[in-house]
């Protein structure tokens, strides 16, 4: 992998996973845990969420689980990012950035509070949609791109 590569790569993962620790101590400090701020009534609130689990909470509980798989995630996306090329595959190295980034974030929680801080509280048509920080929207963004690239974009370079 080129050094500019490796360069933006790293710049993105630094200011991602700095925008979701600062977020979080926003949070943290200003908020009361299970306060709920409104933003936009019966659509967007502001709340202090712990999650000791995955995704909806799921696997609560479960930490040596969540380290071992945090860790070979990150083993393989670091694997994945010597094919990065910002260039010529800008949905695969932005997405598997944004991956890092993510998990990285989330990660970071999960050894200091032993769960993951989360606050963007949305209703979607009278649904709670599980409350989320910016490390799982980098993840959830990471996963779109990388999947794009891969099952569309990677398709359309190899008939090139």
């Known amino acids: ?88 595959k800008k949905f695969y190295s932005i997405g598997l950035t944004l991956l890092i980034a993510g998990t990285i974030g989330n990660f970071i929680d999960r050894i200091v509070f032993n769960y993951v801080i989360d606050f963007l509280d949305f209703y979607i048509f009278s649904y709670n949609f599980p409350i989320f920080n910016v490390a799982d929207m980098a993840l959830t963004i990471g996963v779109t791109m990388f999947a794009i690239d891969l099952l569309i974009l990677d398709r359309k370079r190899d008939d090139a």
């Not at 299970?34 to 609560?60: C, D, K, M």
């Open 1 to 88: 992998m080129k050094k500019k590569n490796i360069l933006i790569m790293l710049i993105g993962i630094l200011v991602l996973v700095g925008l979701d620790q600062l977020t979080k101590v926003l949070i943290t400090e200003t908020i009361v845990y299970g306060e709920r701020i409104s933003v936009i009534p019966s659509f967007f609130y502001i709340t202090q969420h712990h999650n000791p689990g995955a995704a909806w909470g799921i696997l609560e509980g479960e930490f040596v689980f969540f380290v071992f798989v945090t860790i070979f995630a990150l083993g393989l996306f670091t694997y994945l990012s010597f094919d990065m090329d910002f260039k010529h």
